[in-house]
């Protein structure tokens, strides 16, 4: 045999090894994680978390299991977050704004018009500055594992069509429980009032709230249709949920049922935007079908809201911090270079 055929050998013995004791190595046990969200199951967030569950279970062989609990019957975001930090729950999936009280960089994905399409959105969220925000989470009890598409927000009501700023003046406008949307919604002139997502059907039925803004994809899930009337098109904001994983859980786990929460997430995530994106590609027509009344703002309207907003902007720099908000628009800069 000749040097090259024995190191050939040689290493194909020692891959088919390696091989083989990754297979038996597999450090997994029985378990069983409490996912909660709180869309219906019928909705996007409901069909990935199915495509989540499946691959946490086949990727560890069966040992795994998730619970999917959706309909926010754990409580709503914030009440999620607070059972993840404390141990009581395993993982969810919710909105980045509701995590700002407890990580304030999360208020960087509540910046007005700072994302413009998918592309941007997908690049920053899963490149470094995605990363360095969904670290800061660590500190503070939450292992963030992946963002999936929210998507972009667009304004309901049932008042009246809002085809310009002033037409918001006297709209009771439920937000998220968010300092930015309610600074962002008071600054158009709408009285804006924050809210669990949990409250929002009852509230709109019961005309507590007269209006609300979400992704076409929610309204839709959510039947807001049905309450709502009026629908403007503003596309204000890109928003994502972020799936999260109890750190206290986390740090129990090995690193083999780490690595097979980590990829099936991945694979949970990359399903959820395509399922989102096609879904929002025919949500707009099925809406009017249903009978909302759409009104697509006029260019100059547009530049009105997004000018009267970039006054919030400083605020949210401050909060965040200077160095990550220049961080952000640089790294912006070089996606739209591309
Ligand atoms: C679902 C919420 C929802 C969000 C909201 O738990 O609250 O309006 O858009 O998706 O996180």
Do not use: C
Request: proline content about 3%; glycine content about 8%; hydrophobic content about 40%.
């Amino acid at each position: 045999m000749n040097q090259f055929r024995r190191t050939l050998l040689a290493l194909t013995a020692a891959s088919l090894a390696f091989g083989a004791s990754l297979a038996q190595a597999q450090d997994i046990k029985p378990r069983l994680i409490r996912f909660g969200y709180g869309l219906a199951e019928a909705s996007n967030q409901g069909r990935a978390t199915k495509v989540l569950a499946e691959n946490v279970e086949k990727l560890s062989g069966g040992k795994m299991k998730l619970r999917a609990i959706g309909g926010a019957a754990l409580g709503p975001d914030t009440q999620m977050q607070q059972a993840l930090i404390g141990g009581a729950q395993e993982m969810m999936v919710g909105s980045t704004a509701t995590l700002v009280g407890i990580t304030k960089e999360m208020a960087l994905w509540d910046t007005p018009f700072l994302i413009n399409n998918t592309k941007e959105a997908d690049a920053l969220l899963d490149g470094p500055i995605g990363d360095k925000v969904k670290a800061k989470l660590e500190e503070k009890g939450l292992v963030g594992l992946v963002y999936w598409e929210n998507g972009f927000r667009n304004l309901t009501n049932n008042k009246k069509p809002v085809a310009k700023l002033e037409d918001l003046d006297g709209i009771k406008l439920r937000v998220m429980q968010n300092a930015v949307y309610l600074d962002s919604f008071k600054t158009l002139g709408a009285n804006a009032i924050p809210l669990p997502y949990s409250e929002l059907f009852t509230a709109l039925e019961t005309k507590a709230v007269d209006g609300q803004e979400n992704p076409y994809n929610t309204i839709l899930s959510a039947k807001f249709y049905e309450v709502q009337k009026y629908l403007t098109v503003t596309n204000h904001v890109y928003a994502p949920w972020i799936v999260l994983v109890s750190k206290k859980y986390w740090d129990g786990l090995s690193k083999d049922e780490r690595a097979v929460l980590q990829k099936a997430a991945a694979i949970s995530r990359d399903f959820e935007r395509k399922d989102t994106r096609e879904e929002a590609s025919k949500a707009l027509g099925e809406l009017k079908a249903k009978g909302m009344q759409v009104t697509e703002l006029s260019a100059a309207e547009t530049g009105r809201m997004r000018d009267k907003l970039t006054h919030i902007n400083a605020g949210i720099a401050t909060n965040v911090g200077m160095e990550l908000w220049n961080e952000t628009q640089a790294e912006l800069a070089k996606i739209r270079a591309k």
